[in-house]
């Protein structure tokens, strides 16, 4: 008797799992963004949600930023594994911060990766009133007065921090971070003088360079880009082996159901590759994309830890 009900719970269970991919959404869709509204996660989400209100009706948008994306993915951590809420980060939640802070309010096993909904490419900006016209500029006054130059980053732990910190570390300089709470509030101080230089993503900075208010030292990338020819690479500009950018993606607690995941996955998929949303969205935005499923994502995040697990501890670096 014992086995018979197994062996139906098994079936029942292995029943259900389709059927939940099926109805998913039946109840308000949730996507918490671990940062303060403006940066270009939230950009990115608030897009990508307004067009898969077509298919999974009410969704919202919750920003609960701080604590370096903390606060937003315990959040998330502490909620029903049925994908009805969702986390959208950066790549620092799980390739960067579980290796450089050792007291996280969060266990990045908690999480599955869902799927990626992009990169962006880092550029080194100054106010366009900055008297720095190079990165040898920045560099020369940099070992001259170990410390004293300051930059921003959009949160402690964040990629625009571990990113200056590995230009600090390759070009044998010594700066002072300022951390900020977001993307969004790095830019208006950036662009108001308050703070020397930053590395943004070029969604970030694009605006400011058009307005003439912000200057790019330098892309982080390997090449130059094809659409500004005339700014050089970090590398060219001196620090060689540098580069860095940034991703971003979504994900879920451990435990939703594996067809809610593919299907979460497809429907994205789907909507960045929809002709509309690539003219009004990816271009504009000049947004990377790494296409493919939620086990190939999981398989990209696991790579990329591993590569900055070795990072952080090569470069002892360590968030106190």
């Known amino acids: 008797m014992i086995r018979r009900l197994c062996l139906a719970a098994g079936v029942f269970l292995s029943l259900m799992a389709p059927a939940s991919a099926e109805t998913f959404p039946n109840k308000l869709v949730r996507v918490v963004v671990p940062y303060p509204a403006g940066g270009a996660v939230d950009i990115i989400v608030r897009a990508l949600t307004e067009r898969l209100r077509a298919k ?56 599955v990766p869902v799927v990626a909904i992009g990169y962006s490419d880092q550029l080194l900006m100054v106010p366009s009133s900055s008297p720095f016209k190079s990165v040898a500029d920045l560099l020369a006054v940099a070992k001259k007065e170990p410390g004293a130059l300051r930059y921003g980053t959009v949160g402690l732990g964040g990629s625009s921090h571990i990113n200056m910190v590995l230009f600090e570390t390759l070009a044998g300089v010594k700066m002072t971070p300022v951390h900020y709470r977001g993307g969004a509030p790095l830019v208006t101080d950036l662009l108001g003088g308050h703070i020397p230089m930053a590395f943004l993503s070029v969604q970030l900075g694009h605006g400011g360079m058009q307005a003439g208010q912000l ?19 970090v590398e060219e500009s001196g620090v060689k082996g540098f580069e860095a950018v940034s991703w971003y993606g ?71």
């Not at 948008?61 to 951590?77: D, H, M, P």
């Not at 790019?216 to 700014?231: M, W, Y």
């Not at 429907?267 to 296409?291: C, H, N, T, W, Y």
């Open 215 to 233: 200057r790019a030292l330098a892309f982080a990338t390997k090449k130059r880009s094809p659409r500004f020819p005339d700014i050089p690479t």
């Open 56 to 111: 999974w009706g009410t969704i919202i948008v919750e920003n609960k930023g701080g604590a370096g994306t903390q606060i937003g993915t315990r959040y998330v951590g502490d909620a029903e594994p049925d994908g009805h809420i969702m986390l959208a980060t950066g790549m620092e939640t799980f390739s960067i911060s579980p290796f450089i802070n050792p007291k996280l309010s969060y266990d990045p096993a908690a999480f």
């Open 250 to 320: 979504i994900f879920v607690p451990a435990g939703t159901p594996k067809p809610v995941i593919d299907k979460i996955n497809a429907d994205v998929q789907e909507v960045f590759a929809s002709a509309e949303f690539r003219e009004k969205v990816v271009e504009p935005r000049m947004l990377g994309q790494i296409e493919g499923s939620a086990d190939r994502f999981a398989e990209f995040v696991k790579a990329e830890s591993a590569k900055w697990k070795k990072l952080v501890r090569d470069a002892d670096l360590k968030v106190e």
